[in-house]
């Protein structure tokens, strides 16, 4: 399957391309099994990118069987960029003739949501954090929750801690939207990577190497967004409602007339 290969310098087992990886933070790359159980690939070499000794490792798919790949150094037909320095002492690789597909870097467990085509021209499966049922204007959380008794002896629902970050995200969206605050770039960018590492083992450097965001008007990022909001869900309920009020001859009945989420009908 192909994958991305990461070049760790100076790393000559996998004991050590291990602690490499944590240290690195590169362990979002990596299911955390397979990872501990040194179920990846890995070729140590001595001369790899930068002309440096060391390792590279491939991650293995983890929804897909089949053989991990050995991460062999073929420069003639791979790209190899050294990441920035604050980011870690490695290097990101790709072999031209297998690009990375979503399936690829699935995650075993995902979350559910709305199938987006992003830069790579494939689909990515976006989850959505709110739900808009009629009679909740302002959105419902779809986040896995768990069910812990309060103070008052009554049973309460929290979102689990792992989706704790993703529904703040999804709230600073609605906030922007709504006109509330606004956002910096790098917030945002940071959003939409995080967003996507929901269901993916995909990180910044991932994200831009397969150039999956864009800021045009109606480009990807806004996508992402939108998909994480629940929009593309909310736009499929009006759409229904307005063809059963058609077929039976009558307007649609709504809860006020528009979306609260400055959605359009």
């Known amino acids: 399957m192909p994958n991305f290969m990461y070049f760790l310098p100076e790393v000559s087992d996998k004991p050590a391309a291990i602690a490499a990886i944590r240290t690195a933070g590169l362990d979002y790359a990596f299911a955390e099994k397979q990872l501990g159980a040194g179920r990846f690939g890995f070729n140590a070499v001595s001369s790899g990118p930068g002309e440096t000794h060391g390792a590279i490792v491939v991650p293995a798919c983890e929804t ?9 150094f073929t420069p003639a037909t791979q790209t190899w960029t050294k990441v ?16 990375v ?53 009554e049973w309460q629902t929290r979102i ?6 993703l529904s703040r995200h999804a709230e600073q969206l609605l ?38 965001l864009t800021t045009t008007e109606h480009g990807t990022l806004t996508k992402v967004f939108d998909a994480l909001l629940g929009f ?11 063809a059963a009020a058609k077929k039976n001859g009558a307007p649609r009945a709504d809860d006020g007339g528009g979306s609260p989420t400055g959605e359009p009908d």
């Open 64 to 72: 897909k069987d089949g053989d991990v790949a050995s991460g062999t």
């Open 84 to 99: 920035p320095d604050n980011l870690g002492d490695f290097w990101l690789g790709r072999d031209h003739g297998s690009p």
């Open 101 to 153: 597909r979503p399936v690829d870097l699935e995650r075993a467990e995902t979350l559910d949501g709305a199938d987006v085509t992003l830069g790579d021209g494939n689909e990515w499966k976006i989850p959505a954090a709110r739900l808009w049922p009629k009679g909740a204007p302002a959105g419902l959380s779809a986040l896995p929750h768990k069910l812990v008794l309060g103070e008052d002896g």
């Open 160 to 165: 689990l801690p792992r989706w704790e970050t």
């Open 175 to 212: 906030a922007i939207r709504d006109g509330d605050v606004e956002v910096e770039d790098a917030d945002a960018m940071t959003i939409a990577v995080d967003t996507l590492a929901v269901n993916y083992h995909v990180g910044p450097l991932e994200v831009s190497a397969l150039e999956l």
């Open 232 to 242: 593309p869900q909310l736009r499929a309920m009006i759409d229904e409602e307005d």
